[in-house]
């Protein structure tokens, strides 16, 4: 297999050979690790966590290949694979450990290896298109000024000119912050603080739509990223877990840590100008044909931590390893209650709010109606408080229904639900009594203040211009207010009786019964 580096310009014609050797591949199972460490402990962490890939042998710049196309590929896409000379790439010159081009020009990391096998499958050589940035590249192959990505997350944006292969790693996303920060347990909790990412990166589009109110500065590279960190211009820096830890390793920041998992992870694909349908259905296959021991080794030649074994240390390396295994299960067990235990807290949450809410208005429904009056009617019992009630009922609401349609009706008991949140007091409470009636239970009220009110919600009412609706649409009110020893059976059906006699005369009108 061959790669070569050449200008954007000129990549067709170039000279220049740049020849590097090696296999590659990645993650095999999807693994999730989240450790309070740093360097060399969040690394080997990660050798306990992920299954992974393979190892890279050098090849020397006279190395020839005689290359054969993969029996797998259909007539068809041998024939493509044979009309062409080679790949263009563009790559992210700086994204250790999984790519990188060096200063000599080599295309080196995890992402790398795998293309080397891949070129080795296809038989055809990949060419990497320089680029200054990660940003640079996307723009190219927007440009179509090269055919593939090699290590891409698909988002939105990028699925309008690229097709993304099945993912081949897959790794979590992590922050970088200062040592005395404590570790992050619930990542939304900080998620309005400021965060560095590197320009172009997928995770700045994942993180603006997950978490809107996030401050996020672009930098152009991990390493700023990380000193901005460092020098408290930014709460925490935000990327995979093996680049934060390759990057504090080989920068050696002592004083920087990594704090937390974000709910979120890169989901790695080969990405392939979308007017490559061939090309990318080649890709794919070639992904397929990695097998596990070639993934395992890629993983371990890069991700893995080597320790020095002098001085017979073997066995105390050993027992630290060893450690920090049991450290990081206990922790890793504890991460997944804390995890499970808020999504028993929201999934009561969501329990809570049906039990409590009319599905289609949002309004209490009649079962916290009742409650609430009986709270009522305990609260003025005991202190001497009064309050009143609003009983409405939408006239002629039959008719809406079959002159216009159901869909139509309750589009208008949505909107009349609207008018009444809108007009009442945040100490108001308003439900749907049931069908086409709302109540209103006005606490510490008199009667003749809840007889305004009843006014204005039906003048609101009636002057609103219902969607879908071009006749006017009124509704009848009655109103009443709590009496000494009243029960909550007592008072509804006085309201009640107010309400019909409002239907019996004429309707769109307020009564009122002491």
């Given at each position: 297999?061959?790669?070569?580096?050449?200008?954007?310009?000129?990549?067709?014609?170039?000279?220049?050979?740049?020849?590097?050797?090696?296999?590659?591949?990645?993650?095999?199972?999807?693994?999730?690790?989240?450790?309070?460490?740093?360097?060399?402990?969040?690394?080997?962490?990660?050798?306990?966590?992920?299954?992974?890939?393979?190892?890279?042998?050098?090849?020397?710049?006279?190395?020839?290949?005689?290359?054969?196309?993969?029996?797998?590929?259909?007539?068809?896409?041998?024939?493509?694979?044979?009309?062409?000379?080679?790949?263009?790439?563009?790559?992210?010159?700086?994204?250790?450990?999984?790519?990188?081009?060096?200063?000599?020009?080599?295309?080196?990391?995890?992402?790398?290896?795998?293309?080397?096998?891949?070129?080795?499958?296809?038989?055809?050589?990949?060419?990497?298109?320089?680029?200054?940035?990660?940003?640079?590249?996307?723009?190219?192959?927007?440009?179509?000024?090269?055919?593939?990505?090699?290590?891409?997350?698909?988002?939105?944006?990028?699925?309008?000119?690229?097709?993304?292969?099945?993912?081949?790693?897959?790794?979590?996303?992590?922050?970088?912050?200062?040592?005395?920060?404590?570790?992050?347990?619930?990542?939304?909790?900080?998620?309005?603080?400021?965060?560095?990412?590197?320009?172009?990166?997928?995770?700045?589009?994942?993180?603006?739509?997950?978490?809107?109110?996030?401050?996020?500065?672009?930098?152009?590279?991990?390493?700023?990223?990380?000193?901005?960190?460092?020098?408290?211009?930014?709460?925490?820096?935000?990327?995979?877990?093996?680049?934060?830890?390759?990057?504090?390793?080989?920068?050696?920041?002592?004083?920087?840590?990594?704090?937390?998992?974000?709910?979120?992870?890169?989901?790695?694909?080969?990405?392939?100008?979308?007017?490559?349908?061939?090309?990318?259905?080649?890709?794919?296959?070639?992904?397929?044909?990695?097998?596990?021991?070639?993934?395992?080794?890629?993983?371990?030649?890069?991700?893995?931590?080597?320790?020095?074994?002098?001085?017979?240390?073997?066995?105390?390396?050993?027992?630290?390893?060893?450690?920090?295994?049991?450290?990081?299960?206990?922790?890793?067990?504890?991460?997944?209650?804390?995890?499970?235990?808020?999504?028993?807290?929201?999934?009561?949450?969501?329990?809570?709010?049906?039990?409590?809410?009319?599905?289609?208005?949002?309004?209490?429904?009649?079962?916290?109606?009742?409650?609430?009056?009986?709270?009522?009617?305990?609260?003025?019992?005991?202190?001497?408080?009064?309050?009143?009630?609003?009983?409405?009922?939408?006239?002629?609401?039959?008719?809406?229904?079959?002159?216009?349609?159901?869909?139509?009706?309750?589009?208008?008991?949505?909107?009349?639900?609207?008018?009444?949140?809108?007009?009442?007091?945040?100490?108001?409470?308003?439900?749907?009594?049931?069908?086409?009636?709302?109540?209103?239970?006005?606490?510490?009220?008199?009667?003749?203040?809840?007889?305004?009110?009843?006014?204005?919600?039906?003048?609101?009412?009636?002057?609103?211009?219902?969607?879908?609706?071009?006749?006017?649409?009124?509704?009848?009110?009655?109103?009443?207010?709590?009496?000494?020893?009243?029960?909550?059976?007592?008072?509804?059906?006085?309201?009640d009786s107010a309400l019909y006699f409002s239907k019996r005369n004429n309707r769109n009108c307020v009564t009122v019964r002491d």
């Amino acid at each position: 297999m061959v790669l070569f580096v050449v200008p954007v310009k000129d990549y067709a014609y170039a000279e220049n050979r740049i020849i590097i050797g090696g296999k590659p591949g990645l993650i095999e199972s999807k693994s999730r690790v989240t450790l309070e460490t740093q360097k060399n402990e969040a690394i080997g962490i990660l050798n306990n966590k992920f299954k992974g890939i393979a190892y890279t042998d050098n090849i020397p710049q006279n190395y020839s290949i005689n290359y054969e196309v993969n029996p797998n590929f259909n007539q068809e896409e041998q024939e493509y694979i044979s009309k062409i000379d080679f790949i263009p790439i563009c790559v992210d010159p700086d994204w250790m450990p999984y790519e990188k081009v060096d200063e000599k020009g080599n295309y080196l990391g995890l992402v790398a290896d795998y293309m080397k096998i891949i070129s080795d499958s296809i038989g055809k050589e990949f060419r990497v298109v320089k680029t200054s940035s990660w940003d640079e590249s996307l723009s190219f192959a927007r440009q179509r000024a090269c055919d593939i990505l090699p290590g891409a997350v698909p988002t939105p944006l990028r699925k309008e000119f690229l097709n993304f292969s099945e993912p081949y790693i897959f790794l979590p996303l992590v922050v970088a912050t200062n040592l005395e920060e404590i570790f992050i347990l619930d990542f939304e909790r900080v998620a309005g603080k400021s965060f560095a990412l590197i320009k172009g990166y997928a995770a700045i589009e994942l993180l603006r739509k997950k978490y809107p109110e996030m401050i996020i500065k672009e930098v152009p590279d991990a390493r700023t990223g990380l000193e901005m960190v460092r020098k408290k211009k930014v709460y925490g820096y935000i990327d995979t877990l093996p680049t934060i830890s390759y990057q504090l390793k080989t920068n050696r920041m002592p004083n920087l840590k990594i704090s937390g998992e974000l709910d979120l992870d890169y989901d790695v694909s080969i990405a392939v100008r979308n007017d490559r349908p061939l090309l990318f259905s080649i890709i794919n296959k070639a992904i397929a044909t990695i097998s596990s021991e070639e993934r395992q080794k890629i993983f371990y030649n890069w991700i893995s931590v080597s320790y020095d074994k002098g001085f017979d240390y073997v066995f105390f390396w050993e027992v630290v390893g060893v450690s920090l295994v049991i450290l990081s299960l206990l922790f890793y067990r504890n991460l997944m209650i804390s995890r499970y235990n808020k999504k028993l807290i929201e999934a009561n949450k969501k329990l809570d709010f049906l039990y409590k809410t009319d599905k289609l208005t949002g309004l209490f429904n009649r079962h916290i109606i009742d409650e609430e009056t009986e709270k009522e009617v305990l609260r003025a019992n005991r202190y001497n408080l009064g309050f009143s009630v609003v009983l409405l009922d939408v006239d002629h609401f039959k008719q809406i229904n079959d002159t216009y349609g159901h869909h139509v009706g309750d589009s208008v008991l949505v909107e009349i639900a609207f008018i009444l949140k809108n007009n009442l007091r945040k100490t108001d409470v308003v439900g749907r009594w049931g069908g086409e009636e709302f109540i209103v239970i006005c606490p510490e009220t008199q009667l003749t203040n809840a007889a305004h009110l009843a006014e204005k919600l039906r003048s609101q009412i009636e002057c609103h211009q219902f969607s879908g609706v071009e006749k006017t649409i009124t509704a009848s009110f009655g109103v009443s207010a709590y009496r000494v020893d009243d029960t909550v059976e007592s008072l509804i059906k006085r309201v009640d009786s107010a309400l019909y006699f409002s239907k019996r005369n004429n309707r769109n009108c307020v009564t009122v019964r002491d």
